[in-house]
């Protein structure tokens, strides 16, 4: 606190600026020892300050001519980035020139930019298709990138029906589209901070859906894209619609994350640049092809996991950069290079020559399937680490030998079998103990853990909704009435056991809900709360934390619970979105589903503080590893949080990065097992030290005992004199 404070200015426009610069990312930095200073674009930037650093987004010429005087003047202001270089990314006709340029290690990966031309002022559009041999369907997109509205705006054109209609103002690209599995990958680049995330995209586009075309659908804008899919009157589906899509991204693997570091490493280095993001995606037709479709200048920074985080890192790295010498940055940055380089072939070499560790996995095809992916394979191996299968047919003894398990399977034969593993093999690390995972098996007592937590929570206040257990001889009602449970609830089954029937949830709206309800007892009421239709849900694997927003139920008024028609007073998780898209036009489709990516995208995270506070409070007290849980916000109290649910063993593969994640954990795991062996060799060998002085002593004391009775036999004096070791030393 003594130090000063360093100041990071920021000029960005009010939109972006109210996006990237929330509560979160200011306290974060604060605590970090970094001020943010927003700049005024309006005054004489060189009016404003002082900044040790600044960064922005401001188009034209007068702004870039202020920011190339401030350097020139004040060189110790680190300016990110130079307008110059930003400049490149503000015209779609060449800015995908430098990845074809680009020289990176690429494995078995193949990386290019789709097929692409400009179409000028002068030229014919289906001229130029015919000559330049351009095949649709392809996607039109101005060639300025300025900012506006305009600029984003982008059309899919699917044959020469869709030429004739397309009224978008020339010179325009042209960018032929490649079947990509509806699944693209936006690549975050923050300074040396590379983060990489899956996001729903354009479904692929058959020949069929070509040939089938009407003569008024040859032309989409992309926010129409969904008509492709979702022509339906059916709320039901609406929700396939959208189940789809999610689905697709969620079983998507994600690319090598060593092919995908290379690339932005190799892009910020052409460019010249460390903010920005760009779209990646891969080829239908080939899982190695891998295509660059848009480079993105200071995008949207605060849609990536952990923003703040990745941020605050990035600025500290700044003002450190800033406090080297000037002179000496050169050379050492060259020594740093060459350094890693040495340290990376010394690690590769003794990763080669060390023997490899073994982690055991027990999970169900389903779960193997989705977490055991060749990405996190092949990057457990650049560590050291080997995933070996572990078959719960057969008897656990039987296998391995393993350095440490985890396991996700159901039963107390497999629990017994884990328990004596331990027994027996006590330097195998069991993650996690069985007797530990079984008290998430039960929605009765599972957020009893949160209540007892006691956690430093600054401004927030940290509960459970209101639940209670139906027993089998309890009438609901009566039930609802005595205990003053209020409507809506949802209800779910008491036992958390894999099933499909265990993770079904109801909403309950009313009393005649309430009747069509069909769920077993005993099952679980809890009380719903109103959190904006956004929740977090926060990954635990050992000492890593990761919070990521996902949309939710929507709030629930007294208006759409007094307005609700008698059929309509339950409903299961997937047809939530009934409530909203009620309607048999495709265009409400999508405006359904752009309401809830803008929900989620607004939706401020909460403090990165509390949530690695809770995580933390979580693992201590459960004595578990790997989980994760749900966290809502009430909508009536932006401070007041509310944990709905714990996860065992959860599906990590939707973790953003979940393969480094998880290694980085595999690599604790062994370590410190590495530690406590070497701790328990020490304290034997202490042990045996002792026993072996204690002997020592023993044998002195006969040795003076036998002196002691020799000298009492020859000399007439008294024994009593030399009663003691003292005694006879002095002698």
Known sequence: MSSPMYRIGYALSPKDGQRLIQNSLINHAKQRGIDLIEIDPAKPLAQQGPFDCIIHKIYGSDWNNQVQQLSLHHPNVVVIDPPEAIDHLHSRASMLDVVTSLKIPQGNQTLGVPNQRVLEESENIMDSIEEKGFKFPFIAKQVSVDGSAKSHE????FNENGLKKLKLKKPFVMQEFVNHGGVIFKVYVVGDHVKCVKRKSLPDISEGTLNSMAPDEGLLLFKQISNLIAKSDSSDQVEGYISGVEKLVEEAEMPPSEFVVALANGLREAMGLRLFNFDLIRDSRDGNSYFVIDINYFPGFAKMPE???????????????????????????????????KENKTLVKKKMSSPMYRIGYALSPKDGQRLIQNSLINHAKQRGIDLIEIDPAKPLAQQGPFDCIIHKIYGSDWNNQVQQLSLHHP????????????????????????????????????????????EESENIMDSIEEKGFKFPFIAKQVSVDGSAKSHEMFLVFNENGLKKLKLKKPFVMQEFVNHGGVIFKVYVVGDHVKCVKRKSLPDISEGTLNSMAPDEGLLLFK???????????????????????????????????????????????????????????????????????????????????????????FCDVVEEKRRNVELEAKENQEVRGGEIKENKTLDTRKAYAMALSIIS??????????STEESVLGV
């Open 575 to 665: 047809q939530i979105s009934n409530l909203i898209a009620k309607s048999d036009s495709s265009d409400q489709v999508e405006g359904y589903i752009s309401g809830v990516e803008k929900l989620v995208e607004e939706a401020e995270m909460p403090p990165s503080e509390f949530v690695v506070a809770l995580a933390n409070g979580l693992r201590e007290a459960m004595g578990l590893r790997l989980f994760n849980f749900d966290l809502i916000r009430d909508s009536r109290d932006g401070n007041s949080y509310f944990v709905i649910d714990i996860n065992y063993f959860p599906g990590f593969a939707k973790m953003p990065e979940y393969e480094s994640v998880f290694v980085d954990f």
């Open 427 to 470: 330097n195998v690390v069991v993650i996690d103990p069985p007797e530990a995972i079984d008290h998430l098996h039960s929605r009765a007592s599972m957020l009893d853990v949160v209540t007892s937590l006691k956690i430093p929570q600054g401004n927030q206040t940290l509960g459970v909704p209101n639940q209670r257990v139906l």
């Open 713 to 722: 036999v020859v000399l007439p004096i008294e024994v009593s004199r030399f």
């Open 307 to 341: 923003y703040e985080s990745v941020f605050v890192d990035f600025f500290c790295d700044v003002v450190e950069e800033k406090r080297r010498n000037v002179e000496l940055e050169a050379k050492e940055n060259q020594e740093v290079r060459g350094g890693e380089i």
């Open 154 to 157: 982008m059309f899919l054109v």
